[in-house]
Nanobody, 120 residues
């Protein structure tokens, strides 16, 4: 079984930084893309940032220049450094990864989510 466990969320004031982490564990032979999504109350889940196994990243326009995604392949971990946080960044943040655990293909996994609340 594969698990993704997020950490690092919390309640912060606008302008403050937070760093989210997501560690994958279990039977893992290879991890392809990893990413962060978020879902605000009453809204659909949306992509925040994704990073390939080679380190190429893409971002939602709303976070470009403020958020940075990175990964440590040796630790099966992806990070999201969030700077200059705004109240509109308030959401539950979910980690996502494409992982090969021995089956015929890569499978998509999700973390349980971590709450980020930004007060004005």
């Amino acid at each position: 079984q594969v698990q993704l466990v997020e950490s690092g969320g919390g309640l912060v004031q606008a302008g403050i930084s937070l760093r989210l982490s997501c560690a994958a564990s279990g039977t893992i032979f290879s991890i392809n893309d990893m990413g962060w999504y978020r879902q605000a109350p009453g809204k659909q889940r949306e992509l925040v940032a994704r990073i390939t196994s080679g380190g190429s990243a893409n971002y939602a326009d709303s976070v470009k220049g403020r958020f940075t995604i990175s990964r440590d392949n040796a630790k099966n971990t992806v990070y999201l450094q969030m700077n200059s946080l705004k109240p509109e960044d308030t959401a539950v943040y979910y980690c996502n990864a494409l992982i090969w655990s021995g089956s015929h293909a890569f499978s998509e996994y999700w973390g349980q989510g971590t709450q980020v609340t930004v007060s004005s």
